[in-house]
């Protein structure tokens, strides 16, 4: 009698040997058989004996059997549907990605110079420090509280280069897991569908507070701060600094005063998302007022920034984890502990967009440049934007409002269309879009506004 145990998922076999074709013969001579059996549920093994040790190897059962396939991303996953696309009509305007008006990528002036300062310089590749790159890290924060600020001068920010926004945040998550278990993140509802899975996979809980309002195509401010009042003590609140996304709707400069009344009162943390800055108002100071305004009143919080689109280098990686502490011994601490949670995630990261962003937030000249870029790429926007409003009032004879477009600000659109007319909208017109119904103008070009309003028009009347 041979025992066999088959690698896989299911429980395992054992076979009599009178079951099995063997060659008796080669397996005397070599001592080494191989076998093949056919088991009751027609799965073959191949068995391999050597000696005293029984081996098995299954040719056609995976060891992964109990894998399941993972959806498509809803964001990253609707460019790959777009690419499928063979129809000439086909507009991306999924992924919050800028092009230009002839619909291609568009890499900043600014950077190319960057880069060609970096080549000219031979910069080497040897590895970063696991904090990041120094200059980066002194540019970043400057950027984001202000050349001056007192926090920075007073060594009160641990600055900590991220892989982008998305590693940034999942870092910081990793740090609330590890530093304040059990502590809630409230998000907004509805919020970036990549958040509930950084903090998901990092194991902090979250729940959702009030942000948008359907009826007014605006911000629900009263729920929002309802929710926020109602928070455990010591949870942290995850707000878009800047050009809120989905929905395109930020809170007013009064109303975030009252956001950080709350958030002080009850004793909360702030953690910001900045992912937008300069693509708000095109200004990179104006967008960082709400960070700014915190920070100014001397709460501690957390800040994830990302360069993927006011610098367009998304597949550079590049971006932060500030956490501004109420002292810099505080800020040393909190440093280290980013410190070590990075190393044995990735260990240090990468140099190239780190050293972009130095040279241009770094040399007056390029910086300029650079805000000249900004208010291009968002003056751009602007004009979809209006254009895009502009057909869609002309065609609705029904007069519905379609000012909640012109409302809206940043990159997005969020067209109140609902999954059954998203589809309608890719099904039909070739317009990709994520399912939420928001659409990105980033993608969007002049010549393209009058397609889109056919296609918004027929899927918000037509399909219910
Ligand atoms: N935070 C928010 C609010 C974002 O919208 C994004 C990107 C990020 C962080 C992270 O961007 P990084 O590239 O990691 O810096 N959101 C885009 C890009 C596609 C995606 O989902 O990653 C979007 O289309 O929503």
Redesign the pocket.
Known sequence: MATFAAASAKPMAVIDSSQLNLSQKKLDGLRIGYAFAKRKDSSSLKVKSVSRINMTIATDVSRFEGVTMAPP?P??GVSEAFKADTNDLKLNL????YRTEELQPYVLNVVKKAENLMLEKGDNKEYLPIEGLAAFNKATVELLLGADNNATKQGRVATVQG???????RLAAAFIQRYFPGAQVLISSP?????KNIFNDAGVPWSEYRYYDPKTVGLDFEGMIADIKAAPSGSFVLL?GCA???TGIDPTPEQWEKIADVIQEKNLTAFF?V??QGFASGSLDQDASSVRLFVARGMEVFV?Q????NLGL?AE???AINVVCSSSDAATRVKSQLKRLARPMYSNPPVHGARIVANVVGDPTLFNEWKSEMELMSGRIKGVRQRLYDNLSAKDKSAKDWSFVLRQIG??SFTGLNKAQSDNMTNKWHVYM?KDG?I?LAGLSLSKCEYLADAIIDSYYNVS
Do not use: C, E, Q
Not at 94 to 97: K, L, S, Y
Not at 163 to 169: A, C, E, I, N
Not at 191 to 195: D, K, M, V
Not at 306 to 309: A, H, L
């Open positions: 991303d964001i990253l999924g992924v919050g990605a892989l982008s926004g998305t590693g940034s945040l919020t970036w569908g990549n958040h878009h809120h996304n989905p998302d992912a937008y994830a990302s360069y993927s689109k998304y990686r590049i971006g990159m997005f994520t928001r990105s």
